[in-house]
């Protein structure tokens, strides 16, 4: 378990150290239920050693609820399901006010009921299948950690993480999230088809009565230590640069923005990607084993802070141009620095 120390210090290193064990056993314990993935695991674990909240976009049938269900019985969090469908009211996310009658005074009161928003790890369902004025009931709870209702604020408990499933927006039904929505999420992660190897583990594994039994890594105190742990992780200057640069070059208006920005992007990535490409690399690094983050670990956490913060322009919509495609050649013009 990490202690509270000063970068750089003997017990920082061994806490790292200490990390990258559990994480091999998170992994260990996840690939019981889930087959394949592992770079969606990866990605889902460094946005909960981050403190951010991510979105899962797939088509039906890629095990992303089940995923997430695992990983909370794995770490031993409270966990809530709300499945988002286009009648859900915000109040059934964050709870509401009810009047109460005191049964010997008869006097009346307001008394508070939590929603399911009131847990450490939220399953957004199927977020985009319910209207933007349901999905903005996430917003405070994503950014500030605390839901208001009426008057009155209250505080969530730590960790929180939000993850959200999402339906690819050309299917029936769905709505597309606002880009203020969007943001709130520090990556969004795409889940693909598994292997043609992988299907057959499926098709042998899961029809069949065995459970798999689950054993618990870690719980709520040590996740948080290491949140902090994460943080003090450190980082060269030239290291930051390149995110910055990186997120600068998606930008059509910036003076150094490339050719494939100005021809093809509309919106680029604004100074939240700097600081989650900088986050994300050292979470990527500390959950290695490594108590330095590199110019490798921003760029492959590139993708996942990129994908939803670059908006094509109709040039790039009309030529069958996309984020993915904007973002490879970017890391290709954007020199990356030496170790």
């Not at 409270?78 to 009658?101: V, W």
């Not at 790890?121 to 349901?134: C, F, G, Q, S, V």
């Not at 709870?141 to 008057?151: N, S």
Request: hydrophobic share 40%; aromatic share 6%.
């Amino acid at each position: 378990m990490p202690q509270t120390t000063k970068a750089g210090s003997d017990d920082s290193v061994a806490a790292v150290k200490s990390l990258g064990e559990a994480y091999r056993k998170i992994q260990a314990e996840i690939r019981k239920v889930i087959i394949g993935q592992d770079k969606v695991v990866e990605d889902v674990l460094v946005s909960l050693f981050c403190r951010g909240h991510a979105l899962l976009i797939g088509v039906p049938g890629l095990a992303k609820t089940l995923l997430i269900s695992t990983l909370a019985r794995i770490l031993d969090l409270k966990f809530k399901r709300i499945q988002f469908t286009p009648d859900l009211m915000p109040a059934d996310i964050t709870g509401s006010d009810i009047i109460e009658e005191d049964p010997e005074t008869r006097a009346r009161r307001y008394k508070f009921i939590q929603g399911p928003v009131f847990a450490n790890i939220i399953l957004a369902d199927e977020i985009n299948r319910t209207p933007p004025k349901t999905q903005a009931a996430l917003l405070q709870a994503m950014q500030e950690k605390e839901v208001t209702v009426g008057i009155s604020t209250y505080k969530l408990t730590e960790p929180f993480l939000v993850l959200a499933t999402q339906n690819p927006i050309e299917q029936e039904g769905t709505y597309p999230l606002p880009e203020a929505q969007q943001d709130r999420f520090m990556f969004n992660v795409w889940i693909d088809y598994p292997t043609f190897d992988e299907e057959i583990e499926i098709g042998e594994k899961t029809t069949v009565d065995d459970q798999p039994q689950l054993s618990v890594v870690m719980g709520a105190k040590e996740i948080m230590e290491y949140q902090h742990l994460v943080r003090r992780v450190p980082i060269a200057r030239h290291v930051v640069k390149y995110a910055a640069a990186i997120a600068r070059a998606t930008r059509p208006k910036d003076a150094s923005a490339s050719d494939v920005t100005k021809k093809w992007v509309a919106w680029g990535a604004g100074p939240r990607a700097t600081q989650n490409l900088v986050i994300g690399a050292k979470a990527r690094a500390a959950l290695n084993g490594r108590f330095y983050a590199s110019p490798k670990d921003v760029r492959e956490t590139a993708i996942i802070v990129l994908r939803h913060r670059i908006i094509p322009n109709f040039s790039a919509e009309a030529e069958g141009i996309d984020s993915m495609f904007i973002i490879d050649q970017l890391l290709k013009e954007v020199p990356e620095p030496k170790e």
